[in-house]
């Protein structure tokens, strides 16, 4: 759905709203609401050959109970069309759907019939993915499906080697677990350095009407770490982490397009390192243990742009461009016993600006610090700006570009900021530019296939510019520092997938050389866009 479309029926249900207040009259309110699901493939699709009757006849639809569940909405409550336009950006980040819309029809005897049509996406996930960045290459294989029995639930089983560790999930998780957005689930893995055990369980605040929010985390988490210095390991250590997180939020202040929330919790963590046997002398992080009560606090106001081809193809995306400011203080008392007591102190800010037709500017900065008696500690700021620009042409194109600012001061030992392959610059080996300071700017156009191949998938390019570096303490962060490269890229738009819907091949090269004296041509592939 566009924009214009969003706009045009908030507009209308504020008129029809307004107008029904002014004469005196009961307001408008929600009559039959027809829920159809539709199958990965339609009809005339299913008419092409046996592959998309095949597929469709294995596929189990989402059930409608599932799509009524996530609707804001029920038949006789006072008709809202910023609730109709919340629950479908509600039902779109399920990421169930290849498509989703929700249509308020002509008010009739004082009712607005409301239309919802969702098209499944392939939720069968049999994964066999092959990626390389940075000049590493990693490797995954394994099954997941996110729509078990049509109902929405997530089960998943992967393997996976990666630059550090080999790993084995075990994932369940249910967007409905006790209930609509009462969310819940769990993570099991084993790995060739460690274990994680997680258990999640909370409800999200569904729309800026939502009285409350609440979440429970446990986490117990094992695994080796590296610390580096110019590309190469400098330290490596094991780290044991474990986390309890307990918050319930609630709305002091609500309307259709704006919410003031408080948030209160407890927030305990502790982080054990330990040398490693063939590196008894590595330096280690110092040990971290806080057990946080904390208070905070949010203000949302609700404005969305809903676009495609900006990063999924033909999928549509929901661009928040609402004023956002948080902010959250935590006391980890020593009554509590920990050694010492320390305060805890974040923030958030972020916004965004229509700039016309198909382009918008989004911002968004966080800060947060520890404080005890000896200062401030692992203070780090950090910033992004995304421009975004769909060309009013006829081949369907879209410029991107992206500004990534990190700042810290007196960083815990194991805190770094990395600036290579996986993080911005495609041009650059792994951990090739590390330190507490990093910039990167990526500018890339992208070219959308309009045609769907086979019913299947689309043919993209892209062209693009990386500039930034990450420097140590005693380096300067100036522009004789940056490091930059540039290339071209091929990309497979795959619409029918429930997640990653574009698999991406990119040739970059490097114009300067990394601190190995390495620069020129690296390939890399991955699903996703690189940013």
């Known amino acids: 759905m566009g924009r214009g479309d969003l706009t045009r029926r908030l507009l209308l249900g504020l008129a029809l709203a307004g107008a029904g207040a002014a004469s005196g009259q009961e307001p408008l309110r929600v009559g039959e609401v027809r829920i159809q699901c539709l199958d990965v493939f339609t009809q005339e699709e299913e008419g092409r050959g046996w592959l998309y009757r095949a597929a469709d006849a294995i596929h189990m639809e989402t059930q409608t109970r599932v799509v009524r569940r996530f609707l804001l909405f029920h038949e006789g409550d006072v008709y809202d069309a910023a609730l109709l336009a919340q629950s479908e950006r509600n039902l779109r980040a399920l990421s169930l759907f290849k498509s989703v819309r929700v249509r308020a029809g002509t008010p009739h005897d004082g009712v607005v019939d409301v239309d919802v049509v969702t098209q499944d996406a392939w ?132 309307g259709a397009l704006h919410a003031g929330r408080v948030t209160m919790g407890i927030d305990f963590f502790r982080d054990t390192f330990s040398a490693l046997p063939d590196r008894p002398d590595d330096v280690l992080p110092s040990n971290r243990d806080f057990r946080y009560v904390f208070v905070g606090w949010e203000m949302v106001n609700t404005d969305f742009v809903s676009e495609n081809y900006v990063n999924r193809g033909e999928r549509v995306e929901d661009f928040s461009l609402g004023t956002r400011l948080a902010a959250e203080v935590g006391l980890s008392p020593r009554a509590f016993g920990v050694e010492q007591t320390t305060w805890e102190a974040a923030g958030e800010a972020a916004r965004g600006w229509r700039l016309g037709p198909g382009a918008f500017l989004r911002a968004r900065a966080t800060f947060q610090t520890r404080v005890s008696t000896e200062g401030a500690q692992n203070s780090i700021f950090s910033g992004t700006l995304t421009f975004v620009w769909k060309h009013p042409t006829t081949l369907l194109q879209t410029t991107v570009a992206q500004v990534e600012l990190d700042r810290g001061w007196n960083l815990d030992r194991d805190v770094q900021f990395f600036a290579d392959g996986d993080h911005g610059l495609r041009g650059y080996r792994l951990y090739a530019f590390e330190g507490d300071r990093r910039i990167v700017v990526n500018v890339e156009h992208r070219f959308f296939g309009s045609v769907e191949i086979l019913q299947l998938f689309s043919l993209g390019a892209a062209v693009f510019v990386d500039t930034g570096t990450a420097v140590a303490p005693a380096e300067p962060l100036n522009f004789a520092a940056l490091k930059t490269d540039a290339g071209a890229g091929l990309r497979i738009g795959i619409a029918r997938a429930a997640f990653n819907s574009v698999l991406r091949l990119d040739a970059a090269y490097a114009f300067n050389s990394d601190p190995l004296g390495r620069h020129g041509w690296l390939v890399s592939f991955s699903s996703g866009q690189a940013f």
């Open 123 to 254: 939720t069968t996930e049999i994964e066999a993915h092959l990626g390389r960045a940075g000049g590493e290459t990693t490797w995954s294989a394994g099954i997941t499906e996110s729509n078990v029995l049509g109902l929405g639930k997530q089960i998943g089983f992967l393997y996976n080697e990666d630059v550090e560790r080999t790993n084995r999930f075990l994932e369940f998780h249910d967007p409905a677990l006790l209930g609509p957005y009462w969310s819940g689930g769990f993570l099991w893995a084993d790995s060739s350095d460690g274990n994680q055990r997680r258990f999640q369980l909370g409800k999200a605040f569904a729309s800026t009407l939502d009285p409350y929010s609440a979440g429970a985390l446990f986490d117990r988490h094992l695994l080796q770490e590296r610390i580096y210095e110019d590309g190469v390991i400098e330290s490596e250590y094991s780290r044991q982490r474990q986390e309890l997180r307990l918050a319930l939020a609630g709305a002091y202040a609500s």
